[in-house]
């Protein structure tokens, strides 16, 4: 089967160029109608092109995800000294192992490719939006970490965090701009959970603030506004 990914073409002789995030994600909808809201914010209009490679056909597993990043950096020569190519992956304790997702980052050092790791998955970079879960409980980390569903709602325990805490959350349309305006907030909760000596936590984290924090910077955009 042909392979269908968006093609970018880098206009020559323009005094302002776009510089390019290729982004490829483990999920087929929350991450992608994430960053398209993200960039439609206002960031495409200053110079930015946001370029989301979600699965399809449900190959998902974090291997799968990096090989259609790679694929696509191979079939466009993108030049990671202007632009960035980012993995979006999920830890998913019970699909994903320490140790596959610690070679996956390997990979993404030696190919300079941006990772966004989350654990145990992308909703965490959603909840601290307004929740800072670096002072919660252990008991209450616990089941964050393992983010069983819930037999009450068959929400997984995030998912129902997250419907509590901004009055609804519906994982396929999810209304982000709910969320955007406390971006900044967000950024500096996750910060809270990263230890600068593991890159693969085995606790609580996500790296997705360091993804969205560049897109941020390059335009030094203030998303409260």
């Keep these: 089967m ?13 005094r302002e160029q776009r510089k390019l995030f290729v982004i490829a994600t483990e999920g087929e909808k929350t991450e992608k109608i994430y960053f398209d809201y993200l960039k439609n914010t206002g960031l495409l209009k200053l110079n930015i092109n946001i370029i989301v490679l979600n699965t399809k ?29 980012w993995l979006v992956i999920d830890r998913d304790r019970g699909s994903n192992s320490l140790n596959d997702i610690q ?16 654990n ?25 970490l393992h983010n069983k ?3 009450k709602n068959g929400k997984t325990y995030l998912e129902t965090k997250i ?3 901004f009055n609804g959350y519906n994982k396929k349309r999810p209304n982000y701009y709910r969320f955007i305006p406390a971006t900044e907030l967000a950024i500096t ?25 560049k897109i941020i910077n390059f335009q030094k955009v203030k998303l409260t506004n």
């Design 2 to 14: 042909k392979r269908e990914f968006t093609k970018f073409t880098r206009i020559e002789n323009v």
């Design 57 to 85: 056909g449900g190959r998902s597993s974090p291997k799968q995800v990096l090989k259609r990043l790679q694929i696509y950096n191979e079939e466009n020569n993108i030049d990671t000294q202007k632009d960035e190519l």
């Design 103 to 118: 070679e996956i980052y390997k990979n993404c050092k030696k190919d300079n490719i941006g990772f966004a790791f989350s």
């Design 120 to 144: 145990p998955c992308f909703e965490l970079w959603l909840l601290i939006h307004k929740q800072d879960v670096s002072c919660i409980d252990v008991k209450e980390k616990d089941l964050i």
């Design 149 to 151: 569903k819930q037999s």
């Design 163 to 165: 419907s509590e805490l």
């Design 189 to 213: 909760n996750a910060k809270k959970l990263i230890s600068e000596v593991d890159p693969v936590p085995d606790s609580l984290a996500t790296f997705v603030y360091r993804l969205v924090e």
